[in-house]
Every structure is written in C-alpha cells, then in structure tokens.
C-alpha cells in the first residue's frame, strides 16, 4: 500500500496553523480548506484523460479532459469540512456520506449513516482529516468496497502510524494520502502531536 505524505510548503505552513490551539473555528475553516485543495491535487494526479478536439480562438486543437467521473466520501462530521475543495475543483463530483463517531471511553467507531452514489468506473476518494486508529477509515473502506469501489484511495490531513498500520491490514490496496504522519496515539486514541478534535475545532463544539 502507497503512503504518500505531501511536500510542499504551504501544506508545511497551513498545518502549523490548524495545530496552533489558539486558531479559532472560522480561520480553523478556512485552513481545513486549503490544506485539502492541495491534498485533492496529490489525490487525482493519475487520473484517466482522454482526448478532445477544441477549437481555440485561433485554431482547432486536440487537448485533453477527465476521461472517468469522480466521486468522494465524506467520513461524517469532521470530513464535511473537505468537501467544499473538491467541489470547487472537480465540479461533476458526486458526493456521498458515511457517519461514524468514536465512543469517547473505547474509541470504536460506529456508523449511524450512510448513502453512497454509485461508485463503480470511479475514481472514489474516501475523506476524513484524522486517521488515528484507522477504525473508522477501515469502517468507510469497508462500505465502499462492498458498495462497489475499486479504485479507491483514502485522503487525510494528519495520520497516526497505528491508523496507517490498521488501514494497511484491512485494506492493502488502497493509498493513503496526507499532510502530515505524526508520531503516536495518546492512551485516549488522540492523535500526538496532532491537533486536538477536528471536528470540535472545525464546528466550535
Ligand atoms: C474523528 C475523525 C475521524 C475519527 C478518527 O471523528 O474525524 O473520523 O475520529 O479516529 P479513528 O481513526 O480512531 O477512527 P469523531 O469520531 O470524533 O467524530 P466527528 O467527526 O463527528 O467529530
Ligand atoms: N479524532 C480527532 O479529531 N483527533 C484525533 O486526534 C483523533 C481522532
């Protein structure tokens, strides 16, 4: 399975920002969306074209668009704050939810909704900003693989080494896209050094 951390610096500088605890919700907002337009960027950058006569204002030519629809999949609440990016960058997009919240005591995952648009002949980009265990990327992977998903890929913003350990056992093909791969779990499954709850942050709860 391909891990892939991105380099670059502002990602570098985005993310020092949404770990500052003193970056309120609606800079906290703002810094989620950019991070993960260049994310986004990292996500597609092998997919298909296919070719397309156009004609410039000076000249036919043949170019080049997306030949294979998009689709990605929102981990419900915290990877709501993803969605906007790749909505203003792949505007065809079809969109669909997993909700899965953490016990608080166990840190297990459990689902209370889901609704997935068709996936198959997709490019299906699962999206969660924290990766810590892994319980509830492996939870979403395992929905949409059995939903149809093939080629699928897993984008966050900070990972846990135990989550990409556990992503990897439970679903060795997909890749893992991220900002950041930080250095372990707290005793209560928070990502250290992290930054904090991300959708406590992201929403001011
Ligand atoms: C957070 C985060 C991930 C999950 C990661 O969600 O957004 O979905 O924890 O942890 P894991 O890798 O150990 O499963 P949370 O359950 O806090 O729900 P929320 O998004 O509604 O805040
Ligand atoms: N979920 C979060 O929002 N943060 C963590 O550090 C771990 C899980």
């Given at each position: 399975m391909a891990l892939t951390i991105i380099q670059h610096p502002l990602a570098a500088h985005l993310l020092t920002h949404l770990r500052d605890?003193?970056?309120?919700p609606a800079l906290f907002r703002t810094l989620c969306h950019q991070i993960t337009l260049l994310l986004a960027l990292e996500a597609t950058r092998d997919l298909a074209t296919e070719e397309k006569a156009v004609k410039t204002p000076l000249e036919p030519c043949r170019s080049r668009v997306l030949a294979r629809p998009l689709a990605i999949i929102p981990i419900l609440r915290a990877g709501l704050g993803m969605v906007e990016p790749f909505l203003g960058l792949f505007p065809d997009v079809s969109v669909g939810y997993v909700g899965l919240e953490r016990d608080?005591?166990?840190a297990i995952a459990h689902s209370y909704y889901c609704k997935l648009p068709p996936l198959g002949g997709r490019r299906v980009l699962v999206i969660d900003p924290m990766l810590a265990t892994g319980g509830s990327a492996a939870q979403a992977l395992d929905v949409v693989t059995a939903a149809g998903g093939t080629d699928v890929a897993l984008v966050c913003i900070v990972a846990a080494p135990e989550g990409v350990a556990f992503v990897e056992q439970r679903h060795a093909a997909v890749p893992i896209i991220t900002a950041a791969l930080d250095r372990e779990l707290n005793a209560k499954k928070y990502?250290?050094?992290?930054?904090?709850d991300f959708g406590d942050r992201l929403y001011g709860t």
């Open positions: 605890q003193t970056t309120k608080h005591a166990t990502i250290l050094p992290g930054l904090g």
